[in-house]
């Protein structure tokens, strides 16, 4: 990938969709019970909520004798909160990498020990050169999952509001442009409740480099988004998921495994709604959710035995099969749903990888002034 480097999210599924995901939080809940467990070996791990198969802790535990306790967070600010405090209580996390930027810068987390990881071997080399741009040389950070903000509509009903109006070639004027967002708000134009993820696929259509630090270019981006704020029918991290599913809206920017799940809710119910989820044919923001041992773990090899055991090909499929988000281990791919594995916009091809960009790394004043700025566009206030 030819990349340069949010958070809401997700709490990523907000993210929140990953909330979503009810048989895999019963399980992370029944896993949290477990937190008294003290003993020696141990794993204490600290996960979004929703982001695991219902098999990978339990299978991991038995193949080991390592005990996990597992804990669950919705947001990167809740997780590195808990970093910066110090004495954080787990071996394992899974911070975003944009986010593991400043815990890298600040100390907060240990490096890898690339050799106690035999299946380090196994991870997709585009993806691992795209981490290195926020993680020079790999040192901290595995990734975890992965996938981008993208753009999915409900195709008959989307033609049907545009009329004459031919699709554009660029799938994100249909969210940014008047031209064709103004036609849109009859059949539901929903965005994400993100402003990081907002002004990024902003920054994507406008050409605008997501390394800028100038006042105007983000002043830019939510000018643009202001023109079409009057068709926006909901600002939504998990509910645009079943809205187009069910048809109750045809357009929306959203996270593409969150698209996943509600294509293939379409599907499944067979109820004659058409979805289609873009891939980043004119760029995207990709976004890396990452495994990284905090500096003051207390039992670092058991992460390592943890991390190795889930780069294992049939694990991760089955972290894919539950979350419909990629995974970075290429070999895990005949064991994939092929609903998901050929879908198009879960698992892309080198050219649609090259056409990603990375998520900007905020300062704390940039946060402020993107908060700032997404809340009068929000509310016009």
């Given at each position: 990938m030819n990349l340069n480097a949010?958070?809401?999210?997700?709490?990523?599924?907000?993210?929140?969709?990953?909330?979503a995901l009810l048989p895999c939080l019963a399980i992370s809940l029944?896993?949290?019970?477990?937190?008294?467990?003290?003993?020696?070996?141990t794993l204490r791990f600290y996960n979004w909520a929703g982001y695991i198969a219902p098999t990978t802790v339990p299978d991991f535990e038995k193949a080991t004798g390592v005990h996990v306790t597992y804990d669950i967070y919705e947001s990167n600010s809740t997780l590195f909160a808990k970093l910066v405090a110090?004495?954080?209580?787990?071996?394992l996390v899974v911070p975003?990498?944009?986010?593991?930027?400043?815990?890298?810068?600040?100390?907060?987390?240990?490096?890898?020990?690339?050799?106690?990881?035999?299946?380090?071997?196994?991870?997709?080399?585009?993806?691992?050169?795209?981490?290195?741009?926020?993680?020079?040389g790999n040192k901290?950070?595995?990734?975890?999952m992965w996938g981008y903000t993208?753009?999915?509509?409900?195709?008959?009903?989307?033609?049907?509001?545009?009329?004459?109006?031919?699709?554009?070639?660029?799938?994100?004027?249909?969210?940014?442009?008047?031209?064709?967002?103004?036609?849109?708000?009859?059949?539901?134009?929903?965005?994400?409740?993100?402003?990081?993820?907002?002004?990024?696929?902003?920054?994507?259509?406008?050409?605008?480099p997501q390394s800028t630090t100038n006042p105007d270019d983000f002043k830019r981006a939510w000018d643009m988004m202001e023109r079409v704020r009057g068709d926006v029918h909901e600002f939504a991290n998990m509910n645009y998921v079943d809205d187009m599913a069910h048809g109750s809206i045809c357009a929306a920017i959203g996270w593409n495994g969150g698209m996943g799940i509600g294509y293939n809710r379409a599907n499944q119910a067979h109820n004659g709604v058409h979805l289609k989820i873009f891939p980043p044919t004119h760029g995207a923001v990709v976004f890396i959710d990452t495994l990284a041992i905090p500096s003051d773990a207390k039992d670092v090899d058991n992460a390592y035995k943890f991390i190795?055991?889930?780069?294992?090909?049939?694990?991760?499929?089955?972290?894919?099969n539950t979350t419909f988000y990629a995974n970075p281990v290429p070999a895990s791919l005949p064991y994939v749903n092929k609903a998901i594995r050929d879908n198009g916009f879960v698992f892309i091809d080198s050219a649609m990888m090259d056409k990603l960009r990375p998520p900007k790394v905020y300062t704390t004043e940039q946060r402020r002034v993107v908060t700032r700025l997404y809340t009068k566009f929000k509310t016009g206030l």
């Amino acid at each position: 990938m030819n990349l340069n480097a949010n958070q809401a999210k997700r709490g990523r599924l907000s993210r929140l969709l990953r909330n979503a995901l009810l048989p895999c939080l019963a399980i992370s809940l029944g896993l949290l019970a477990r937190s008294s467990y003290a003993g020696d070996n141990t794993l204490r791990f600290y996960n979004w909520a929703g982001y695991i198969a219902p098999t990978t802790v339990p299978d991991f535990e038995k193949a080991t004798g390592v005990h996990v306790t597992y804990d669950i967070y919705e947001s990167n600010s809740t997780l590195f909160a808990k970093l910066v405090a110090g004495d954080s209580g787990y071996d394992l996390v899974v911070p975003s990498s944009n986010w593991a930027a400043i815990d890298i810068k600040g100390g907060l987390l240990h490096p890898i020990d690339k050799s106690k990881i035999p299946n380090y071997k196994n991870l997709n080399p585009q993806l691992m050169k795209e981490l290195a741009t926020i993680d020079p040389g790999n040192k901290y950070l595995v990734p975890w999952m992965w996938g981008y903000t993208t753009v999915g509509i409900n195709v008959d009903e989307v033609r049907k509001a545009l009329g004459s109006t031919p699709m554009p070639d660029n799938p994100w004027s249909l969210v940014f442009d008047p031209k064709y967002a103004d036609k849109l708000k009859s059949c539901g134009l929903s965005y994400l409740d993100s402003p990081m993820d907002l002004m990024e696929a902003a920054f994507v259509y406008l050409g605008i480099p997501q390394s800028t630090t100038n006042p105007d270019d983000f002043k830019r981006a939510w000018d643009m988004m202001e023109r079409v704020r009057g068709d926006v029918h909901e600002f939504a991290n998990m509910n645009y998921v079943d809205d187009m599913a069910h048809g109750s809206i045809c357009a929306a920017i959203g996270w593409n495994g969150g698209m996943g799940i509600g294509y293939n809710r379409a599907n499944q119910a067979h109820n004659g709604v058409h979805l289609k989820i873009f891939p980043p044919t004119h760029g995207a923001v990709v976004f890396i959710d990452t495994l990284a041992i905090p500096s003051d773990a207390k039992d670092v090899d058991n992460a390592y035995k943890f991390i190795n055991y889930r780069l294992q090909p049939k694990v991760c499929a089955a972290d894919t099969n539950t979350t419909f988000y990629a995974n970075p281990v290429p070999a895990s791919l005949p064991y994939v749903n092929k609903a998901i594995r050929d879908n198009g916009f879960v698992f892309i091809d080198s050219a649609m990888m090259d056409k990603l960009r990375p998520p900007k790394v905020y300062t704390t004043e940039q946060r402020r002034v993107v908060t700032r700025l997404y809340t009068k566009f929000k509310t016009g206030l």
